[in-house]
């Protein structure tokens, strides 16, 4: 299997240039690939399985936010870098950004009634809601549920769910995902023109369907809840009922956000006489116009709020090349998990081993293996763990306001969400296919390992559109993102790749069994870590900036700050 550093070679001998197209002698180059593959060597399954290890063992209590899980985690990598030699990221001398949270804890109360019938909505049972207002008690009095579809607002696709209908003050009911729209050309397959096809876009993000019901002054919005366009089962959604955080001085919100079950919104809407499966059907249009569900909600929300400050992790090892130091390649993940919660099977720490103690281990394992190089790459490298991702990437939302390097000086971020724990593949998913150019660099390193860039094979669970890359994404740096990189695993069972990702979503995933396994082969994860060190170390030495692809939602905004 060819190693990353022969690219290294080539670079440094004059072939994607080391700064301002200098040339520089064959040894120095040979040097420089020596270097290289050592680094690369030094990053092992031992090394990755011990901080995996470490930080989702118990004594990390979950590490939830803000908690002394928190203190242990941040302890931890702080020391974890300074051991390695980087130097701290913050202008403060120190490791740790300070990430100003509101956090509430709700306890919600519902009354719901559909064609003179009283419908039970319980907590954790048909529903799952709560408030990010930052009182005590949050009242939405009894108020007319309207259905708005998948509460798409898209001009460019002459998209518009709400047909200028006011849902001020209104109970609004959405369903999750994009609306599903048949190709003209084949009814069977979706319209690539539209949508993306089969693939998630923002549009089918909950966190977009919150923002524009809250835009437009919505009471309360619930959003329907379908395995198969979430991406999750319910009993993730239930694994939402903790304390929850939005950034200090964040965006708006409505009243009282959630989900309802599948059964309970056909209950709801046969109650009110509406036929479920036909609007559903109708959503589907661009002639759907919001629906009046002959009903009425009302909540009261109790709320126990506190103001806290939670910590990203910054690290950093300053280029080597004065004419290029000031700009940076960015390496993330996130710390956080869901703590200490609700007993599952008897276990009620939520360790969170492969979401992501995981990916903060190939963080860690990379930048060690940078340290190691004389000279350090040409670009500043910064690595971040970022808190609050499962609040909804809170702190890379703050980072991608207050970055240590400008977001216009930043070439590209590298994120790793949950590494693959079961084997060496063939191939490596690029999440958000086709989105910039670093794809086109991952498959060049790839097929030095033998291997082959490959779409992300559940394109409609828009992966690509949850894990904190998207907050820089939406400042205009071009991401890689990876979440189980491999597939078409190196194993003679051709379903075991498929197995085993299906057995983690429906057994471990966000549960307290997320854990590490005895079973587990450490030989992928290798693989992909010293494949993205390659990908990372041409970035950093490269003349050349990596590029949104001109279809992408993201290209104008890197436009706008200045794209080299």
């Not at 063992?57 to 390695?84: K, N």
């Amino acid at each position: 299997m060819a190693s990353a550093a022969s690219l290294v070679l080539l670079a440094v001998a004059g072939c994607g240039g080391i700064g301002s197209g200098a040339r520089v002698s064959a040894a120095a180059g040979a040097d420089a690939s020596q270097a290289a593959m050592a680094a690369e060597a030094a990053i092992t399954g031992e090394g990755l399985l011990r901080d995996i290890r470490e930080l989702s063992s118990d004594r990390f209590l979950g590490r939830a936010v803000a908690t002394p899980g928190e203190d242990s985690t941040i302890s931890y990598l702080s020391r974890r870098f300074r051991e390695m030699g980087l130097q701290p990221g913050m202008p403060d001398g120190g490791y740790l950004q300070r990430v100003p949270l509101v956090a509430t804890t709700s306890r919600v109360e519902a009354r719901v009634q559909a064609g003179g019938t009283a419908l039970p909505w319980r907590q954790l049972e048909e529903m799952v809601a709560w408030s990010h207002r930052p009182d005590t008690l949050v009242t939405v009095d009894p108020s007319g549920i309207v259905f708005v579809g998948y509460g798409v607002v898209a001009p460019e696709l002459g998209w518009d769910d709400f047909k200028g209908v006011d849902v001020r003050g209104k109970i609004v009911v959405m369903l999750i995902g994009d609306p599903p729209v048949p190709d003209p050309a084949d009814t069977t397959r979706l319209d690539p023109a539209v949508f993306r096809g089969p693939a998630m876009t923002y549009y089918g993000r909950w966190t977009y369907k919150f923002d524009v019901a809250a835009q437009r002054g919505a009471a309360a919005v619930l959003l329907v809840h379908q395995t198969g366009p979430a991406g999750y089962p319910w009993s993730v959604v239930q694994s939402n009922v903790r304390e929850r955080f939005e950034v200090e001085g964040g965006p708006p919100h409505a009243p009282v956000e959630g989900w309802i079950q599948l059964d309970a919104a056909r209950a709801l809407f046969a109650a009110g006489g509406r036929d479920f499966a036909a609007l559903e059907r109708a959503a589907r249009t661009r002639e759907f116009r919001p629906v009046a569900l002959g009903g009425a909600a009302g909540f009261r929300v109790h709320n126990t709020v506190r103001r806290v400050t939670s910590h990203n992790v910054v690290a950093r090892i300053d280029g080597s090349d004065p004419a290029v130091r000031d700009e940076a390649v960015l390496f993330t993940s996130h710390w956080d998990s869901f703590g200490v919660g609700r007993p599952i099977g008897g276990d009620s720490i939520y360790n969170g081993a492969l979401d992501d103690a995981s990916g903060v281990a190939w963080m860690l394992s990379v930048a060690g293996a940078y340290r190691a190089l004389r000279p350090a790459p040409r670009r500043t490298l910064v690595f971040v763990s970022f808190t609050a991702e499962e609040a909804g990437l809170l702190g890379a939302r703050w980072y991608a306001t207050h970055p240590v390097i400008p977001l216009e000086r930043t070439l590209a971020d590298l994120n790793m969400d949950a590494m693959n724990p079961w084997g060496r593949t063939r191939s490596i998913v690029s999440l958000g296919h086709g989105q910039s150019s670093l794809e086109d660099l991952l498959a060049r390193h790839a097929a030095r390992q033998g291997r082959r860039v490959v779409p992300d094979p559940e394109p409609e669970k828009g992966y690509f559109y949850r894990a904190d890359h998207l907050e820089l994404a939406r400042g205009g740096v071009p991401a890689l993102s990876f979440l189980f990189p491999g597939t078409d695993y190196v194993n003679p069972d051709p379903g075991y790749g498929e197995r085993v990702r299906a057995a983690y979503i429906a057994n471990d995933y966000h549960k307290p069994s997320d854990e590490v396994k005895p079973d587990w082969d450490m030989a992928g994860i290798v693989d992909d870590t010293r494949l993205l060190f390659g990908v990372g170390l041409e970035v950093a030495n490269g003349d050349v900036w990596p590029t949104w692809s001109p279809t992408s939602e993201f290209s104008a905004r890197r436009q706008r700050t200045g794209e080299r």
